[in-house]
């Protein structure tokens, strides 16, 4: 893919995550499990509430990353490994078009 291809991929997933109707599902959740109800409803609309968190610090994670990506091809600098300087590979970019680093550097970084 060239520059715009990766820079309609990064817009378009912004817009996938700014989509999803923001803090509201979860306040609703968080209401809904005020409610009276046993123990067993109660556990289980605490692991949604904490479950939709988990998700909504995801989505804040690859918004930033998706920011910074946007910026570095506005910089020239998009592709290149945050870690080590050497390209991205195209099929790591294709996948992943915000990362920030090469599949050695976080290789690395998961060991």
């Known amino acids: 893919m060239d520059e715009q291809n ?24 968080m209401e809904n499990n005020t409610r009276q109800g046993d123990m067993a409803d109660q556990a289980s609309g605490n692991n ?3 479950i939709q968190l988990k ?13 910074e990506a946007l910026w570095r091809l506005e910089k020239g600098t998009y592709g290149v490994c945050r870690d080590c300087g050497e ?22 970084q998961s060991a």
């Open 6 to 29: 990766y820079k309609d991929a990064l817009l378009r997933k912004r817009g996938e995550i700014l989509g999803t109707g923001g803090i509201k599902p979860l306040q609703a959740s």
């Open 48 to 50: 949604e509430v904490h």
């Open 55 to 67: 998700l909504k610090q995801t989505d804040a994670k690859i918004l930033q990353a998706i920011e």
């Open 87 to 108: 390209p991205i590979a195209a099929a790591r970019l294709d996948a992943i078009p915000w990362t920030r680093v090469c599949i050695t550097c976080k290789a690395k």
